[in-house]
């Protein structure tokens, strides 16, 4: 079993920058995919960003692409999402999640076996 709590969210004008963090306990971080995914209000979750188990691997969403950096610290059981250049369309809460596999289903919510709480971001106008 893997507990994941995020933290780093709030407000945020729109250009600036928030970091993201998840920490992991309770089970091999180092052996999982984790994730990013965010669900706006009134919207479905959406992928955000993944990173291999080793950190060999990295894959964004189109919509952040260049403006969002995922990395993790697997000696510190952490995954970090550095979001650059916000706007309000990102406002929404963020989840990390821990997927045991294969690296071809990491877009899919229904792939990951862990989650956490979230984390609300809002980016003002």
């Known amino acids: 079993q893997v507990q994941l709590v995020e933290s780093g969210g709030g407000l945020v004008q729109t250009g600036g920058s928030l970091r993201l963090s998840c920490a992991a306990s309770?089970?091999?971080?180092?052996?999982?995919?984790m994730g990013w995914f965010r669900r706006a209000p009134g919207k479905e979750r959406e992928f955000v960003a993944a990173?291999?188990?080793?950190?060999?691997?990295?894959d964004y969403a189109d919509i952040v692409k260049g403006r969002f950096t995922i990395s993790r610290d697997n000696a510190k059981n952490t995954v970090s999402l550095q979001m650059n250049s916000l706007k309000p369309g990102d406002t929404a809460d963020y989840f990390c999640?821990?997927?045991?596999?294969?690296?071809?289903?990491?877009?899919?919510?229904?792939?990951?076996?862990?989650w956490g709480q979230g984390t609300q971001v809002t980016v003002s106008s």
């Open positions: 999640a821990a997927d045991s596999g294969p690296w071809r289903v990491r877009r899919g919510p229904r792939a990951y076996d862990y």
């Open positions: 309770g089970g091999s971080f180092s052996t999982y995919i």
């Open positions: 990173i291999s188990s080793s950190g060999s691997y990295i």
